[in-house]
T-cell receptor, first 112, second 120 residues
């Protein structure tokens, strides 16, 4: 059974710092991996999606990498801003026939 | 609005009561998903509709949970004889992707803001 974990559970950084969020999954046979953002009391917003054949995806200050063999993905946020404060969740899809499995999330606080 | 709308935003019920949660997906979206999100956890899949057909209900935790989408648009998640462990945020998501049988790649999904259910 696929299990997804995220470390750390919470992170607080000063504004302007670069940071890395980690996601691990137990079954390396995945179809894709996605990073979401969730603001308090809100639904999820998709940030980046990496197909199993890809190594990384970039969008603005965000860069997500994928290492299937080790069962890991990282989300790199450059020059963090207070507006980046939110919970970040990763989610994996085993095959195109499976349901998405979410990690528990990392709660990020960027201090002005 | 143009997004996924869920109501009510907050629901408090006594243990044993029945509740109904509503989801208005984006107009024209054929796929609709329900998720349950416990405090401090990621969402967990409950059920999936393609138009009015409920193609997957394997995530529903018990027979007290029931979902419907009779006209292929608005969906209702009903929980009967609520218990304290039902307390969670219930998220609805919709997608314009026409999913073939068994395909859950479901990109992109648009999420509502959820209903926070508290059972006393």
């Amino acid at each position: 059974k696929q299990e997804v974990t995220q470390i750390p559970a919470a992170l607080s950084v000063p504004e302007g710092e670069n940071l890395v969020l980690n996601c691990s999954f137990t079954d390396s046979a995945i179809y894709n991996l996605q990073w979401f953002r969730q603001d308090p009391g809100k639904g999820l917003t998709s940030l980046l999606l990496i197909q199993s054949s890809q190594r990384e995806q970039t969008s603005g200050r965000l860069n997500a990498s994928l290492d299937k063999s080790s069962g890991r993905s990282t989300l790199y946020i450059a020059a963090s801003q207070p507006g980046d404060s939110a919970t970040y969740l990763c989610a994996v899809l085993k095959t195109s026939y499976d349901k998405v499995i979410f990690g528990p999330g990392t709660s990020l606080s960027v201090i002005p | 609005g143009a997004g996924v709308s869920q109501s009510p935003r907050y629901k408090v019920a006594k243990r044993g009561q029945d509740v109904a949660l509503r989801c208005d997906p984006i107009s024209g979206h054929v796929s609709l998903f329900w998720y349950q999100q416990a405090l401090g956890q990621g969402p967990e899949f409950l059920t999936y509709f393609q138009n009015e057909a409920q193609l997957d209900k394997s995530g529903l935790p018990s027979d007290r949970f029931f979902a419907e989408r009779p006209e292929g648009s608005v969906s209702t998640l009903k929980i009967q004889r609520t218990q304290q462990e039902d307390s969670a945020v219930y998220l609805c998501a919709s997608s314009s992707v026409m999913l073939d049988e068994g395909i859950y790649s479901n990109q992109p999904q648009h999420f509502g803001d959820g209903t926070r259910l508290s059972i006393l």
